[in-house]
């Protein structure tokens, strides 16, 4: 039954796991330094984008702990493995930063009608920095994103962490220049609105699937269709689809054959799970056949039929 062709997880190199290393360490040090250099600057557009690292690193630190924990598989108790892991990891990380993101953009807004003088230097050259590590960071990974959809999610994180870095040199050069203090709530209001968007989408996709919602890219009537058209299935109904992780489906249904049609069981099972492979990829599921429809079913089959 457990159709082990969960091809979504390659083989865990150990370059992608070193790299991963070397990226959270690099981005922990930027966040660090902005934190710092935000606070001697009154830059509050560098602790925001020190905010925007930090969850960088921490996705990094997911796809690192995913990673290892993906080698551990299941065990008798989790019989599932630990996949969920993951995605309880990344809702706690999301909530946190939704109040940081929120007293950002709070205290930008404060700034607004009360702007405060700002070290536009300081403010320029730790950008730089930050900046400096993104771009090395994003180099490592580059290689590894192609084919994993792990350091890929971490690489897009790494590169828009590089954007909101040349944001704030932009900001720094103008308040330097022109002392623009204004400049800075700009950009800690852009940042922090983008944090907030990010996170809205990432929290409705985590919620779902702590929820076991249906995903999203799967139409439960299409599917009953499918399966229904199947060679000799004369009902399908009772079908539950709910995501495991952010990559793995998963399907139980019931579906009605003859009772002379008993001693192809296999076959028509076989059929139908390679539809639901191929076009649904949905790489496990659980299949209960009967002969006659479940009492609840009964009704449905009628005006079927």
């Not at 710092?36 to 020190?50: K, T």
């Not at 792990?150 to 870095?165: C, E, G, Q, V, Y």
């Amino acid at each position: 039954m457990g159709h082990n062709h969960h091809h979504h997880h390659p083989n865990v190199d150990d370059s992608s796991i070193w790299k991963l290393w070397v990226s959270i360490l690099l981005n922990l040090t930027i966040t660090l330094a902005q934190v710092i250099g935000g606070i001697i600057a009154n830059s509050l557009a560098l602790l925001s984008d020190a905010v925007h690292n930090f969850n960088d690193s921490m996705s990094l630190v997911t796809t690192l702990v995913t990673k290892k924990i993906a080698k551990k598989g299941a065990s008798s108790s989790k019989t599932f493995g630990y996949k969920r892991a993951e995605i309880i990891g990344a809702f706690a990380n999301l909530i946190t930063l939704v109040i940081v993101a929120l007293f950002l953009i709070k205290e930008g807004i404060e700034r607004f009608v009360d702007p405060l003088p700002i070290d536009g230097l300081t403010m320029f050259w730790v950008a730089m920095i930050g900046l400096a590590a993104n771009l090395i960071t994003a180099a490592l990974l580059w290689k590894n994103s192609k084919d994993d959809i792990n350091m890929r999610s971490a690489f897009i994180h790494i590169l828009s962490d590089a954007l909101s870095s040349v944001g704030v040199i932009i900001g720094g050069w103008l308040i330097i220049q022109y002392n623009w203090y204004i400049i800075d709530t700009i950009l800690t209001l852009f940042i922090g609105s983008y944090i907030l968007w990010h996170c809205y989408h990432m929290l409705r996709e985590t919620i779902d699937i702590l929820m076991e919602a249906k995903p999203e890219n799967i139409n439960i009537d299409e599917l009953k269709l499918e399966m229904a058209g199947v060679d000799k299935v004369c009902d399908v109904h009772h079908i539950h689809v709910w995501r495991l992780d952010e990559h793995s489906t998963l399907l139980e249904s019931h579906i009605v054959i003859e009772k002379e049609d008993l001693d192809e069981m296999e076959t028509i099972k076989s059929s139908i799970k390679k539809l639901l492979h191929d076009k649904f990829e949905i790489y496990h599921s659980t299949l209960e056949f009967e002969f006659e429809p479940c009492n609840d079913h009964k009704h449905e089959v009628a005006h079927q039929h």
